[in-house]
């Protein structure tokens, strides 16, 4: 059953008990216990080793300074020179722990009281409770130990979407899941993804300073740091330079090196194409520069190669020229087609992309990304107009990201799903799933910009633009078309009209409705009639029964009144007749 947050920092159940917010030491190594006696841990003395150090290494403080060398050290029995950059064992462990985690709390552990995490980018566990009775197939809102972590969890149940508010706490979501054997296999031990290796060389340091050396250390370890973070299979190399390419095939290689003497360090960092050999991204740094930037060395570099792996730098090109060439697609080739489809938003990507996610799908049915992918695809059949049944993409969508969410919830993809479904269903709390999902991925520019499209379509364009610029920042080649969009519309509300349409040219979407909508309307209202009709005509000629449905189509993005006003406006300027219009006040849309 769903509890609420009582006063005081004590929990209140639907029975009236009641119990601390947080588990004392006590039920905590209880709960250890009953995990480290299950079978599903009995024959797994690593797993068990490695949980047992983490939890109690964090009842005793000490789980911010857990690192990857003194775990392997302490819990694997490597030496004291274990070099973690060298050597990926632990966190090939945690990641084993992790599922092997959400394997025992899928079928031994459903009924624990307390659930321990491993959350990605840390070997601190975090613990809450869980509540004692339950629906069958639920994972339930967990208040977590580790303040910087969100505390939620996502209920997976059968009857519908019924959201769990708790004062001062983020809610969990209630999503529909079919009770069949397909939706009880989903929640067993996820698979790994397959996404292609990055392998980081140590940072060699070129000159005779010793603490040019240290820096080269630490510039390794923030930029394997930052990569963990990330959907990457992250290894480290063995030597300085380059790698053979055979060893290595679909991987990416970065190397790099640390100058300097008199005055401030040079550091040099390249990528490599480790199959063809070929060089995708280079860069050189100086101390004083990033000094700047009010950023370190490291940070600055560290920032720059996440942006690397991330939509539409290099690395994604260079994914996105393999996918015509393999034969049958995996789950990476999918990603590549989702993100090359946001850039262009046209219905043939839309449809390309999705059928890849629901090829993998067959399988792969074990991987949260394969059924987020089909989520966010579904939302924007729903939204865009992709396909002839919108009721049901949404109700697709729902059932995709339940799926996702009972797989892993804490996949940034299954996050930023339901984020888009909270937003789509009308529920105002789709604010916390932003939240949740910038957590997981604070600098992924796609998940700033959908939720910046999200807060200034609902009327907060001073928070959404917010997000969009840091989305800009992040971005290696950012696409335009969120955007533009979020300053089109916000200049729409404003009044500001050549402003919008300068904006709204930017899209270059012509096959996109939501795009010639905007353009219709700016371009009436900033006097410019020749283009306003050619935009109408192009929009009826994409969507035969916008004239009858926009209404119901504003109400999907529940624009506010002020926008949507404005967009009335320029629309029946530029001669079209929006059915409803005349009876309905302005302002009265679903908005927040």
């Known amino acids: 059953m769903a509890e609420a947050l009582g006063k005081g920092g004590v929990s209140v159940s639907n029975h009236g008990d009641t119990r ?41 403080g000490a789980g911010p300074r857990l690192k990857g060398q003194w775990i392997a050290i302490e819990v694997f029995g490597r030496p004291a020179d ?11 462990e945690a990641g084993r722990l992790r599922r092997r985690l959400a394997q025992y709390y899928s079928g031994e552990g459903a009924d624990d009281p307390i659930r321990i995490q491993l959350p990605r980018g840390t070997y601190a566990v975090t613990w809450g409770y869980h509540p004692l009775h339950h629906e069958p197939l639920s994972t339930a809102p967990v208040v977590e130990h580790r303040a910087s972590r969100i505390p939620w969890r996502l209920a997976i149940a059968t009857i519908g979407v019924l959201v769990v508010a708790a004062a001062g706490l983020i809610p969990s979501q209630q999503l529909a899941l079919p009770e069949t054997s397909t939706a009880r296999e989903v929640l067993a031990e996820p698979e790994r993804t397959e996404w292609p290796r990055f392998v980081v060389v140590p940072f060699e340091n070129l000159s005779s300073e010793p603490k040019l050396a240290n820096l080269a250390a630490i510039v390794t370890d923030e930029v394997m740091l930052a990569l963990d973070q990330l959907d990457l299979y992250v290894v480290a190399g063995q030597t300085h330079g380059s790698a053979p390419v055979s060893e290595a095939p679909g991987s990416y290689l970065l190397t790099g090196s640390v100058r300097g003497g008199v005055g401030p360090a040079r550091l ?21 520069e990033a000094i700047k930037q009010r950023l370190t060395l490291q940070e600055l570099v560290a920032r720059d190669v996440a942006a690397l792996a991330a939509p539409y730098g290099p690395i994604f090109e260079a994914e996105l020229a393999r996918v015509r060439e393999r034969p049958e697609p995996e ?29 993998v799908s067959t399988r792969k049915p074990r991987v949260a990304q394969v059924w987020a992918g089909q989520a966010l695809l579904h939302l924007d059949s729903y939204a865009f107009h992709f396909g002839d049944d919108a009721a049901g993409s949404l109700t697709a969508a729902r059932d995709a990201t339940a799926r996702a969410i009972a797989i892993d919830d804490d996949d940034f993809l299954a996050n930023m799903a339901l984020m888009r479904v909270l937003f789509f269903d009308g529920d105002p709390r789709f604010r916390d799933g932003i939240q949740k999902t910038l957590a997981l991925r604070a600098n992924s520019a796609e998940a700033l910009s959908q939720a910046g499209i999200m807060l200034t379509m609902s009327g907060d364009s001073a928070a959404g633009l917010l997000l969009i610029e840091r989305a800009q920042a992040l971005s290696n080649k950012p696409p335009g078309v969120y955007y533009n969009v979020a300053f089109a519309v916000t200049y729409l509300r404003a009044g500001q009209f050549e402003r919008a349409l300068e904006a709204t040219l930017k899209l270059r979407t012509p096959d996109w409705v939501g ?15 020749d283009m306003a009709h050619e935009a109408a005509a192009r929009l009826v000629a994409l969507y035969p029964e916008f004239e009858a449905e926009a209404l119901h189509d504003f109400d999907k993005w529940h624009y506010d009144g002020a926008y949507q006003e404005k967009l009335i406006a320029g629309l029946e300027a530029a001669g079209l007749k929006i059915v409803g219009a005349s009876r309905r006040p302005f302002g009265s849309s679903n908005s927040w």
């Open 20 to 60: 601390a917010v947080e588990p004392d030491s006590k039920e905590i190594r209880a709960a250890l216990a009953r995990i480290l006696a299950s079978a599903c841990f009995a024959q797994a003395k690593r797993a068990s080793d490695f949980l047992r150090f983490a939890v109690e290494q964090t009842l005793a």
């Open 515 to 529: 795009a010639q909508t905007l353009l219709t309307a700016a371009a009436a209202l900033a006097g410019r009639d």
């Open 268 to 288: 040099m960092a390249r990528l490599v194409d480790a199959e063809t050999g070929q060089q995708l991204w280079t860069s050189v740094y100086r101390e004083d």
């Open 331 to 359: 789950l990476r080739d999918c990603v590549a087609k989702y993100y090359d489809y946001r850039r262009r938003i046209d219905p043939e990507a839309h449809a390309d992309a999705l059928g890849c996610f629901e090829n």
């Open 82 to 92: 274990f070099d973690s950059q060298r050597d990926p064992l632990v966190r090939v």
